[in-house]
């Protein structure tokens, strides 16, 4: 288990506890987290769960994979720690993490 707190790009704060093993998106999803979206169903192909990782966290979370990089790229949005809620799997580990979400997705 780990607690996440997302932050919407409009300052609402969501603090959830999420089971070891699903994704961020997965997540957000089953706690109605607003800006999460999930057209894909978490395949990383539509970019609607984007998020961006807080700085402090990025090191345990990772980079982007080559699979995210070409969905994130195709965003006008340079902000740094861009990554897809799919992507990311929850793990004790994490307990803490922070994450922000887009203006708007797509």
Aim: charged share 20%; glycine share 12%; hydrophobic share 35%.
């Amino acid at each position: 288990m780990a607690n996440v707190t997302y932050i919407t790009f409009g300052g609402k704060v969501q603090k959830v506890e999420l089971e070891s093993g699903m994704s961020l998106m997965e997540g957000a999803i089953q706690n109605d987290v607003v800006g999460i979206e999930s057209i894909c169903g978490g395949n990383c192909y539509c970019g609607m769960c984007r998020i961006y990782v807080a700085h402090a966290w990025r090191s345990r979370v990772g980079e982007a994979t080559e699979f995210e990089l070409p969905v994130l790229e195709g965003f006008d949005d340079p902000r740094p720690g861009a990554r897809l809620a799919c992507q990311i799997k929850v793990s004790p580990e994490l307990d803490g993490l922070v994450v922000h979400t887009p203006e708007k997705q797509g």
